[in-house]
């Protein structure tokens, strides 16, 4: 499953963190733009995709991308799923063409890996690559409350360039349904990834 050096990449992972729905929203949302999508799932995150989602993948990877894609409703053309421990992937290696990196949502076990240089996997080393190029990485931690080991860390991780969005929605916009909430926070991500988001409710429109 090639894909073309010419078409815009982000890599999206999803971690154990409540709020799957917003990670699946995502991709969808990407994938109906034509963009590459290189999809890294931890353990935790398949569980909770199945308990909140009812999304249940297989363990292979190259069968992971056909259900995610039947269950968006989408071609799998774009999407590439990778293991966890997949060293060959290009989201391991800094010099990938992979401007764009998004985490959603951030556990906090996960922020706490690439707060400190943690790789043993692919997510977190993923991470560590997009900082050390000097890349793009959104981070959308969901956790409550926090505590003062988790704020150090996303402090830290602000000052290394790191966008934090947590998943925090507003209802300025008079939300009438959970999906508007989640599309909420997804704009916020697709806004700050400079991706054509004119389907947005913004303020004072």
């Given at each position: 499953m090639g894909h073309s050096t010419k078409k815009k990449q982000i890599i999206i992972a999803m971690t154990g963190a409540s709020g799957a729905a917003y990670g699946l929203r995502l991709i969808q949302k990407?994938?109906?733009?034509?963009?590459?999508?290189?999809?890294?799932?931890?353990?935790?995150?398949?569980?909770v995709l199945k308990q909140e989602c009812d999304v249940l993948l297989p363990e292979s990877a190259k069968e992971t991308a056909i259900a995610l894609a039947q269950h968006l409703e989408c071609s799998s053309e774009n999407i590439r799923c990778y293991?966890?421990?997949d060293w060959f992937s290009p989201a391991a290696s800094g010099s990938s063409n992979i401007q764009q990196m998004v985490?959603?949502?951030c556990s906090m076990g996960t922020l706490a890996g690439i707060a400190n240089?943690?790789?043993?996997?692919l997510i977190e080393r993923a991470a560590d690559v997009m900082?050390?190029?000097?890349k793009q990485l959104i981070l959308m931690p969901r956790e409550t409350p926090l505590s003062a080991i988790h704020l150090e860390h996303m402090l830290k991780l602000s000052r290394?360039?790191?966008?934090?969005?947590p998943a925090m929605p507003g209802?300025?916009?008079?939300?009438?349904?959970?999906?508007?909430l989640i599309d909420f926070m997804v704009s916020r991500i697709l806004d700050h990834l400079h991706v054509d988001n004119?389907?947005?409710?913004?303020?004072g429109e």
């Open positions: 990407l994938l109906s733009k034509d963009i590459c999508l290189h999809i890294l799932l931890s353990d935790a995150a398949r569980i293991d966890k421990y985490v959603i949502p240089g943690m790789s043993d996997q900082i050390k190029e000097r290394l360039g790191v966008d934090i969005i209802f300025y916009h008079r939300p009438e349904s959970i999906s508007e004119t389907e947005a409710k913004r303020w």
